[in-house]
Every structure is written in structure tokens, then in C-alpha cells.
């Protein structure tokens, strides 16, 4: 599958003689939360860290200091020119990105954005930082791998939400790193559009990467209509969920062996005329047979025209 203009994953010749405006550090940082714009000295309190595995709480915590010194790096003169290019890609008509769309915008080009050389710029985070233990180099490796997805809030516990992603179907423990008071005031059953990484070494506990947008719980149609359109066209996000490969391997078996009975084999030569009449017989069958299995309740009535 190709990716185009806001993939996290294109990157761009060094011979591209496309410009860009100069890039505005100040103006898309400016919006930042004021914990991320503060200076970090990450090679100092990591010396002052052992490798003894840490409470969720104190790697909540860490995570922060972690975030920050990357965020620094990103938006630092060394990444200029590429995040100018990653910006004017993101943004409208090269209009100034409002303050979420520029945290989202900074935290993907840190995490995920592929540089020249193929590294990101959490690979050169990893690579400059000599003084990160054990468990920091842990905790960012899973971060080069973010959950996207869109999220129904189902339930709130006093430091955490319980979000379900609507497209790969898992449960996903989550946290802020800075911090609780910002759940209290999501909906209940409200959604989420947002971007998760792990909080390693700690088993299924996740953390808010980014801005999300919250919708509350009367926008579920809308939230439904762009949670298929996602899945449809990013399916490597449905099958994070190995329920879903296995279930998609099925339903690929059950297919084949369907057009196999219909046509008597799995590899039919026809001409094209009777080739539309014959394929489209198979899929009229298909759904008459999906329809006989659905409960008299849910079948679909009906209607006359006379």
C-alpha cells in the first residue's frame, strides 16, 4: 500500500526542488503545553535512574521528561527544513495549524516521520542519548509504533480511562503524562480520535500521545461513518487485533470455497459478456445465503412499490 502527502512514513530526496516557507519555530511550538516546552536535561537525570523496574506512576512520570527532550529535539534547528516541509504538508492552503493540529503534527514528526537516511527522529533520540537506561530505551522503543485509532470512553477510574478502539476491536488501558485532571472532563461514553504508545515494561497500560478530539456520545453516527472509512483504508490498524486476522482468514476461506461451489473451480476463463452475468449470479446467491443466516428480527423487510 502507497502512502501520500501526510504519511507518517514518506520522505522526500534531498534534490526536491520543492520550497517551503521558512519554518516558524516559535510560532508552532507556541501552542505546546508549557510542560513540553521546558528545557530537559535528559542526559544528567538519567545517570541519576538504576535499571530496578519502576512503578507505573514513576514511568508515567519519566515518560514526561522523556517526551519532552524529544519534542525539543524535533522542533530543533538540526530538524528545520524537514519539519517546515511535514508542516506545509499538514496544514491548508499553508495556513497557520490550529494549537492541536500542531501538537499532532509534532508528535507524529517525532515518533514516526521517516528522514533521508531512513531513521526518525526518535532513532537519532536513541542514538544521541548514550546516558538512557535500560528501562528509558525500553519505554521509547515502543513509542516508534503508535495505536491510532478512534476511541469509545468506556469508563473512568480516578487516574485512567478504559477507551475501546472502534477499529481494531481491543481494549486499551489508558493514561496522561500530564496528568488525571485532563479525563475529567471528557463525556461519558463520549469518543475519542487519538493516538496511544505503550507504557513499557508494564503490560497493557497506555499512554495519550498527542492532542486527541473528544466527541460526545450524540455524535456516534458520524463517529461510526469515519471509524469504517478509517479501517477501510488503513486495514494494517483492523489487524493489530489477531482476532481480526484470523477472522479475515476465514472469511477468505468461506469465500473461495463459495465461488468454488458456484463455478466448480477456483480459476474460471469466461467471455466477458457472460462473465458479468455469471459473477454477478454468484454474489446474488452470496447474500441471499448471508441473509438466510441472520435472525428473521434483523433481515431487512421488504417494501412494495404497487
Not at 519554518?23 to 538504576?50: G, I, K
Not at 492541536?100 to 527522529?121: E, K
Request: aromatic share 8%; with cysteine; net charge negative.
Amino acid at each position: 500500500m502507497a502512502y501520500k502527502g501526510d504519511s507518517p512514513v514518506e520522505y522526500w530526496s534531498e534534490d526536491d526542488p520543492v520550497e517551503c516557507e521558512p519554518f516558524d519555530r516559535l510560532a508552532v511550538t507556541a501552542s505546546w503545553p508549557r510542560s513540553a516546552r521546558q528545557r530537559s536535561e535528559v542526559a544528567s537525570q538519567t545517570m541519576n535512574h538504576d535499571d530496578t523496574k519502576p512503578a507505573l506512576g514513576a514511568l508515567i512520570a519519566r515518560s514526561a521528561e522523556l517526551k519532552r527532550a524529544l519534542v525539543d529535539l524535533a522542533v530543533s534547528p538540526r530538524y528545520e527544513r524537514h519539519l517546515a516541509r511535514f508542516v506545509a504538508e499538514a496544514s491548508d492552503r499553508g495556513e497557520a495549524l490550529a494549537e492541536g493540529d500542531a501538537i499532532n503534527v509534532i508528535d507524529r514528526f517525532a515518533l514516526q516521520y521517516r528522514l533521508p537516511n531512513g531513521s526518525t527522529v526518535l532513532d537519532r533520540f536513541l542514538a544521541d542519548q548514550p546516558g538512557l537506561t535500560a528501562a528509558d530505551r525500553e519505554m521509547l522503543l515502543g513509542w516508534r509504533d503508535p495505536v491510532e485509532g478512534i476511541f469509545e470512553i468506556r469508563g473512568k477510574d480516578r487516574d485512567s480511562l478504559v477507551l475501546l478502539n472502534l477499529i481494531d476491536d481491543l481494549e486499551y488501558r489508558t493514561y496522561s503524562n500530564v496528568g488525571p485532571a485532563v479525563f475529567r472532563l471528557l463525556p461519558r461514553r463520549g469518543f475519542l480520535i487519538a493516538r496511544l504508545v505503550p507504557i513499557r515494561p508494564v503490560a497493557d497500560a497506555w499512554l495519550v500521545s498527542g492532542a486527541p478530539s473528544v466527541y460526545d456520545k450524540s455524535g456516534a453516527a458520524h463517529i461510526a461513518q469515519v471509524a469504517l472509512e478509517l479501517a477501510t483504508r488503513l486495514p494494517e490498524l483492523v489487524y493489530r487485533n489477531p482476532r481480526n486476522i484470523e477472522q479475515g482468514w476465514k472469511q477468505m476461506r468461506q469465500d473461495r470455497a463459495a465461488f468454488m461451489e458456484f463455478f466448480g473451480s477456483d480459476e474460471v476463463v469466461l467471455p466477458p459478456a457472460e462473465a458479468e452475468e455469471r459473477i454477478n449470479g454468484h454474489y446474488r446467491r452470496w447474500q441471499e445465503a448471508a441473509l438466510a443466516r441472520q435472525p428473521a428480527a434483523q433481515r431487512p423487510r421488504r417494501t412494495s412499490l404497487a
